[in-house]
């Protein structure tokens, strides 16, 4: 059974910082790309992270870059998002993506609510 499970995702002040986890299994973690979406209030949902397979290359939506980074650990299945200078606008429900293009998978996690106020 395919499971990608986020955590740490919480309440922040503006300007914090906060380290969300992805945590897969059921799949072959290694082959696929990893990315991060999120989905604000009365929103659709949006991109902002990709880390490819290997780790060896990023992208990054323009009202994240510079304060996001987005790392992958193949040994614990895991995929990070380090967000730092958080702004009210980054408030969402952030989700995890896995992707595997050559095997047309795609799977999705359940999200983890992050919320910046003060």
């Known amino acids: 059974q395919v499971q990608l499970v986020e955590s740490g995702g919480g309440l922040v002040q503006p300007g914090g910082s906060l380290r969300l986890s992805c945590a897969g299994s059921?799949?072959?973690?290694?082959?696929?790309?990893m990315s991060w979406y999120r989905q604000g209030p009365g929103k659709e949902r949006e991109f902002v992270a990709m880390?490819?397979?290997?780790?060896?290359?990023?992208n990054y939506a323009d009202s994240v870059k510079g304060r996001f980074t987005i790392s992958r650990d193949n040994a614990k299945n895991t995929v990070y998002l380090q967000m730092n200078s958080l702004k009210p606008e980054d408030a969402a429900v952030y989700y995890c993506?896995?992707?595997?293009?050559?095997?047309?998978?795609?799977?999705w996690g359940q999200g983890t609510q992050v919320t910046v106020s003060s």
């Open positions: 059921g799949f072959t973690f290694s082959l696929y790309d």
């Open positions: 993506n896995a992707v595997n293009k050559l095997f047309s998978k795609d799977y």
């Open positions: 880390i490819t397979s290997p780790g060896s290359r990023t």
